[in-house]
C-alpha cells in the first residue's frame, strides 16, 4: 500500500538508553483518530495508552458540574489546583478518573466537547496536567496522544507522529462516534464546531497544536483504521519500538 506520509517528515527522534523502551507521541487536530490508533498501537506493542485530551475533558467535565464559567481563568486556576485526574489501567481504553470517580464516558458528552479548548488554554490547567502526563512517560513504554505531545509535553519522544484529515472527513467521524453514543448531530453543526476548535488550538499562546519538526506525517483522509494503524506501527517499528514481554506493561502508572 502506497505511503501517505508527507513528503517533508522524516524519521527521527531522541536517543534512548539501551533496553529503555521509548515514548509514542502521536499528536493532531480534534477528530484525526488519534485516539483509536494510539490504543491501537498500545495494545500491539503491549504499553501503556494515555489519552491526554481524556485528561482535560475530564476537568471540563467538572467545569460543567460546578457551574464555573470556562473563560473564567482565576476559577479554572483554583478549580485545577484541588483536583485530581488520574489514569486506571486495566482496560482499553484505560478509565479516567475524576477525583477518584469514573467518568469516562461522561467527558464525551458533547457540551463537555464545546468547552474544553477553552479550559485547556489556562496555563494552570496545562502546568498540572502536563507534570503528570511526564510522570506516565518518564519510564518509556507509552503511548501518549493529543495537540502537544510531541512539541511540549515530551519533545524527547522517540517516535513522534503527527495525524491529520481533511475538515469533512473529521467531521463526518465524530458523527459516527457521537452517534454510537446517542448523541445524533448534523455534519454541518460539528465541521463548525472542529473548525472553530482548531483555531483555539493553533492560536493558543501556550503550547499551540503544530507538527514537531521531527515528526511523521500521516494523512488519514480515506483511509480506514486498519490502513492507518499499518502505517503508524510501521513508522513505530522502523524508530525501534519492539512488543513488551509477555509480563510488560507501560510505563508509568
Request: aromatic share 2%; with cysteine.
Amino acid at each position: 500500500m502506497a505511503s501517505r506520509q508527507s513528503e517533508g517528515s522524516r524519521f527521527g527522534g531522541a536517543r534512548r538508553d539501551a533496553g529503555r523502551r521509548p515514548a509514542i507521541a502521536i499528536d493532531g487536530p480534534a477528530a484525526a483518530g488519534k485516539s483509536t490508533i494510539a490504543r491501537i498501537v498500545a495494545e500491539a506493542l503491549g504499553y501503556l495508552y494515555v489519552d491526554t485530551g481524556a485528561m482535560y475533558r475530564a476537568l471540563a467535565f467538572k467545569v460543567l458540574r460546578e457551574g464555573i464559567d470556562p473563560e473564567d481563568s482565576e476559577a479554572l486556576a483554583r478549580l485545577a489546583g484541588t483536583t485530581e485526574v488520574s489514569v486506571r489501567p486495566g482496560s482499553n481504553p484505560p478509565a479516567i478518573l475524576l477525583d477518584g470517580e469514573e467518568v469516562t464516558e461522561s467527558i464525551r458528552h458533547p457540551d463537555v466537547t464545546r468547552i474544553v479548548s477553552l479550559v485547556a488554554m489556562e496555563p494552570a490547567v496545562r502546568t498540572r496536567l502536563v507534570a503528570l502526563q511526564r510522570r506516565l512517560a518518564a519510564d518509556g513504554g507509552v503511548v501518549m496522544e493529543g495537540r502537544d505531545i510531541g512539541t511540549h509535553v515530551l519533545p524527547e519522544a522517540e517516535v513522534k507522529i503527527y495525524l491529520t484529515a481533511s475538515v469533512r472527513e473529521r467531521a463526518r467521524r465524530r458523527q459516527e462516534e457521537l452517534a454510537r453514543l446517542g448523541h445524533p448531530t448534523s455534519l454541518e453543526t460539528l465541521q463548525a464546531e472542529i473548525e472553530r476548535r482548531d483555531r483555539l488550538d493553533t492560536g493558543r499562546a501556550l503550547a499551540p497544536l503544530r507538527q514537531a519538526p521531527d515528526a511523521v506525517v500521516i494523512d488519514t483522509t480515506g483511509l480506514d483504521v486498519a490502513q492507518v494503524a499499518e502505517l503508524v506501527l510501521g513508522v513505530c517499528r522502523r524508530l525501534g519500538a519492539r512488543p513488551a514481554g509477555r509480563n510488560g506493561g507501560g510505563g508509568g502508572g
